[in-house]
Each structure stands twice: as C-alpha cells, then as structure tokens.
C-alpha cells in the first residue's frame, strides 16, 4: 500500500447489520428518516450481493479482508467437526487482519466502534476501537472507557431470550436497542471532536436483530424506527461534517432482510425422501404423536430444553461456550411448539443418514454427504452420484403456492473450493422469497410450519452499498470488494 495526501477528507463508514435497500425505500418518508431520503434521492445506495449462507458470521469478515468465507474460515456461526459436532467458529482477527490494520500501520489514525464479529482489541497503534458483537464491548482508549460508563455502554443489548420468553415485548426491545444505537453514536461524535480520525467506522446490528422478530407484523415500520432514526442522526452528523470539512462516506450492510410466511422442514425432507434416518429410541419418540401427545421421555427432555439451561449457557464466558456446545449440542436454539417435535444432530443415525442439514437456520441452508470427512460414512465414492441426485429432487420440491421452492441451489465444493478450514457443506439451498429454512422440527403431516416470533423476519442476499458524495462507479457489487474500495481511497492499488 502506498500512502497518499489527505486531500479527499477523512472516510466515514457506518456499518448496519441486515439492512436492504427495500427496507430504506420503504421507511424513508417516515419522520427522522430525511438523511437516507436525501442519499437515496442522489441514488447514493445500490444492493450489494452477500455471502453464502447470508450471513452476519461469515459476511462481516469477508468485508473487512476481502476474503471469501473459504479463505478467511468462518462459513457460519458454528463449523461441522468428524464427530458430527457443530463447533462455534469466529473471526479472529489477529490471524486474518482487518483493512483497518492495514490502514493504521501506513499512518492512517482509525477510530473503529463495534465492528461486527471483530471481538479481539487490536496489538498495533493508530487506532481508537470498542470490540463488537458478539462479546461484551472492550476499549483499548482510556477516552472511550470514560464515555462508555457515561453512556451506560458496555455492548449491544443481549435481549433477544426476554423477547422470545415473553418478558419483553418488541415495542421495549425497539426502545432498548435504539438506545444501544443513540449511546454509540454519542461516543463516536464525541471522539470525532476530540481527535483527528482518517478513518471511523461505526457498526450496529441492532437492525438485525430486532428485524428478525417484527418483519411480518403489520406494525414492522413502527417497531424499526426507533433505531432507523437514530442511525439516520449519526449519518446527518457525518454528511454535515463532509459537506463543511471534505471527505466521504461508506454505507454498508452484511445482507439484507425479508418478512417470512412459512418454514420448510429441510431434515424433514431429507427424512421422507430416504436420505436421513433417526436412532430407533428417537423414531420410536417423533412416530408418536408430535408435539405435546409426544411420549413422557421426549417431553421431559423438551422441558429441560425450555429451562433455565440455557439461560445457564447464554452467561458462559464466550470460549467456555465451545467445549458446552459438545455437551448440549444444537439443544440451546430452542424447542419444539405443540405441533411439532424438534430434532437434533445427535438424534440422527449416521450409519444410515447419506445426508444431513445442518447449521444454517436460514433461507439459505447447508447439507453435507456423509463420506469420508466425518466418522461413519455410508456415501463411499459416489458422492457426486449423491449431490447430483439431491439437486434434481430438490429442483422439484414446491412451495405451498405451487412455486419452486428452492430458487437456487449451488454447488459447495464449487462455492468453498475445496477449503481445508473447515468441513464444508456439499449443497447450499436457497429457499424463494418470503420462505426460510428449518433444520430442527419435524412433522408427520406437513413439510411447512409457521415461523416462530424469532423468524418473523429472516436474510435475503442483497445488503447495500452507499458513498457521499455519490461515487458513479464504486467497483463494488458484492462483500469482498468493499476493502478494496477503502483502500483505493487511501491510495492503495492492488
């Protein structure tokens, strides 16, 4: 990277979890909203194509090094192990360096506020930061330190298990986490005034996670506003000081987001069509009556699920939840409602399952072959057979509308090109709009369910991309050109 002149101005980028270009289309008439209605008057923001699956896990970092989910080794939340154990994976960015560390060791002073899925306090000068999400928000700057504890700021609320054991409704998540959005803000405006910044980055995903609850209610507007507002007043701060000072703005957004109106049973499928089977003592359990005429041994552990163990496990310290994950396995993302019984991978039978979902719980999902990669594989040299076989069938499945329901179906060795990061998914699945994928419930009658209050709202592939003022042609339509973009404008040519 060669340095240059700071005559463009400082860069100003301001990161939103989940954020569409529809979503922004539709609220910006809204009171509040008049700073997204004068960049998107100026066609400032375009759709930016995701990661597969559509994810915060892998999209963030693909954004921050340019990489593909293959290269920088975080496909999801979670990795498939040989034992058949997802293992939680994250970004670490000490190992696979952000743009910004690239930036501060050329003399690019960084001021960086909860970057998502960057959890590691950088070993290097130049550079102002708060951890992001997931984790409890750290600071390496004494200033920041002081503002946090003045704001009440030590990381995005963690409200989500309130919300789905109706202790709070989203009207109160909405007030919490525009707080969360309002308090950051303040402590980047605050730093702006203090120091000199070439380069601020200010992430929320607040966005996302509320989103994932109200997207299909009549009300959804209403209940995003509160933190659509707030952002727009950080990003009318930021235009006014390039407008007066110089210098540009980057929007971004990871993917995008969609209402849902039903599930389709993924494990269920692959269940019916022969590709899956259960233990004998599970069977037995899920050809009972699903649900609550379920036997007394399947909702006894049901009830443990909804217990106080995962509220056990949500306060581990984050690393402890690794080695807690091989004990509990996928129990902790819920349980079954009445009509339906959940499943999970150690439910399955893997001397005699040729192929499993697992992980993505998302419009796009993963299936893996059960061959040579995991402990007892059943698919032995045909595996291609196998892959092209699940395509065709899976082509044919249609939605409740009559519609095909899987869009896109892509190749995982092709997508992942045969990584050595991780085991990766032999098929991803792309369910069509309004649809999500579930890998846990199963049913005896149906191959769709409602969506649960947490998958009112679920990803679609498109995030955005934006500049002030407006650049005519970025050169960025999908997550890994977005480095490259702030290089460029720094000077750096690759």
């Known amino acids: 990277m060669k340095k240059t002149s700071s005559k463009k101005g400082p860069l100003y980028m301001v990161g939103m979890d989940s954020v569409p270009l529809w979503v922004l289309e539709e609220l910006k008439d809204e009171k509040g909203m008049r ?5 998107l008057s100026q066609n400032c923001i375009k759709n930016m194509e995701s990661t597969l699956p559509p994810m915060t896990g892998p999209a963030w970092p693909s954004i921050y090094t340019g990489l593909e989910p293959k290269d920088h080794g975080v496909p999801d939340f979670f990795v498939m192990k040989k034992s058949y154990t997802p293992d939680i994976v994250y970004y670490d960015s000490s190992k696979v360096p952000p743009f910004w560390k690239e930036l501060a060791h050329h003399g690019v002073r960084c001021l960086v506020i909860t970057p998502a899925t960057d959890i590691t306090l950088p070993d290097y000068d130049n550079i102002d930061m708060i951890t992001g999400f997931p984790l409890k928000a750290r ?15 030590d990381g995005e609320p963690n409200i989500e298990k309130d919300i789905k054991a109706g202790k709070m409704d989203v009207e109160e998540a909405s007030g919490r986490f525009a707080k969360s959005v309002r308090a950051r803000s303040e402590i980047a405006i605050s730093m702006l005034k203090k120091k000199q910044y070439g380069f601020t980055y200010v992430c929320f995903t607040e966005t996302d996670r509320l989103q994932h609850f109200v997207m299909n209610k009549n009300k959804w507007k209403s209940y995003l506003l509160p933190v659509y507002t707030e952002i727009a007043k950080y990003i009318e701060h930021v235009t006014d000081k390039i407008d007066k000072e110089g210098g540009r703005l980057v929007i971004v957004s990871d993917h995008g987001t969609q209402s849902i109106s039903k599930k389709f049973l993924l494990n269920n499928w692959l269940m019916q069509n022969g590709y899956l089977d259960l233990k004998e003592k599970t069977k037995n359990e899920f050809l009972k009556e699903s649900g609550k005429e379920a036997s007394a041994g399947y909702a006894v552990r049901e ?8 509220g056990a496990y949500d306060k581990m310290p984050y690393h402890a939840k690794r080695a807690a994950y091989r004990v509990f396995g996928a129990v902790f993302s819920g349980a079954a409602s009445a009509k339906y019984t959940r499943m999970h991978l150690f439910d399955f039978d893997m001397k005699r399952t040729k192929a499993f979902a697992a992980i993505s719980n998302d419009p796009v999902a993963s299936i893996w072959v059960n061959d040579s990669r995991f402990a007892t594989p059943i698919v032995k040299g045909n595996r291609e057979r196998l892959v092209r076989e699940l395509k065709e069938k899976l082509s044919k499945v249609e939605s409740l509308d009559g519609k095909q329901m899987f869009v896109n179906i892509y190749d995982g060795k092709n997508y992942y090109k045969d990584t050595k990061k991780f085991i990766a998914s032999d098929l991803l699945v792309e369910a069509r709009e309004g649809y999500t994928v579930d890998i846990f419930n199963f049913s005896k009658s149906s191959m769709f369910m409602d969506p649960e209050d947490a998958k009112s709202g679920d990803h679609i592939r498109n995030g955005i991309f934006g500049t002030y003022p407006k650049v005519a042609d970025t050169g960025v339509d999908a997550v890994t050109e977005v480095k490259g973009f702030v290089l460029k404008y720094f000077g750096a040519y690759r």
């Open 139 to 153: 600071t390496n700057s004494k200033d920041m330190e002081q503002l946090m504890k003045e704001h009440g700021f």
């Open 303 to 310: 009830k443990i699920m909804k217990s106080g163990l995962r």
């Open 35 to 39: 700073p997204f209605r004068k960049l």
